[in-house]
């Protein structure tokens, strides 16, 4: 059977080409593992295109892709606590290479906050979103928004001897 497929509209093409790079590195910051990012954005990515038609309308598309991906990667933690625990009551103590982080040292010590701190920074630093639009995001108040950046960031700087290196990445826009 011959499936006729047709082009996406080029607007929808190159939000999903302008938003992806970043996307996965947010997403790769805040789960630690590269693959699963690239599987979360392009899921959200997915979403994207099934709901163009009231996506490209919005304010800011860039946002409400934003905000399915940190659902999807929420999904994603509570899934694995559950496995976590399935396997805990089996008497499965074992980790698997996905539990496993094989990053930079920044994505190392990410990879050790809290979540939420690691929500606030990924989205305020990396996505460089406002704080509004970070406590938002979050569903919480922006004032929690500043505490957790300020905590995370004082977490950061307390587990590493270069300060100025981590400095750097935690300035960015």
Request: hydrophobic fraction near 40%.
């Amino acid at each position: 059977m011959n499936v006729k497929r047709s082009s996406p509209p080029p607007a929808l093409d190159a939000f999903c080409r302008g938003v992806y790079p970043r996307l996965v590195g947010a997403m790769t910051i805040y789960c630690g593992d590269r693959g699963v990012a690239e599987e979360i954005a392009q899921e959200a990515l997915i979403r994207v295109c099934r709901n163009w038609s009231r996506v490209h309308r919005l304010d800011n598309p860039a946002a409400w892709v934003n905000r399915v991906a940190v659902n999807l990667a929420n999904s994603h933690f509570r899934r694995k606590a559950l496995e976590r625990r399935a396997q805990a009551r089996l008497g499965s103590g074992e980790r698997t290479d996905s539990d496993e982080y094989d990053a930079v040292e920044v994505r190392r010590l990410m990879a050790a906050l809290p979540r939420r701190e690691r929500m606030a920074l990924v989205l305020r630093h990396y996505l460089g979103l406002p704080v509004a639009e970070t406590a938002d995001l979050m569903g919480c108040p922006e004032g929690t928004v500043k505490r957790l950046t300020h905590l995370a960031i004082a977490r950061l700087r307390s587990q590493t001897t270069d300060n100025d290196g981590l400095k750097e990445v935690t300035d960015v826009p």
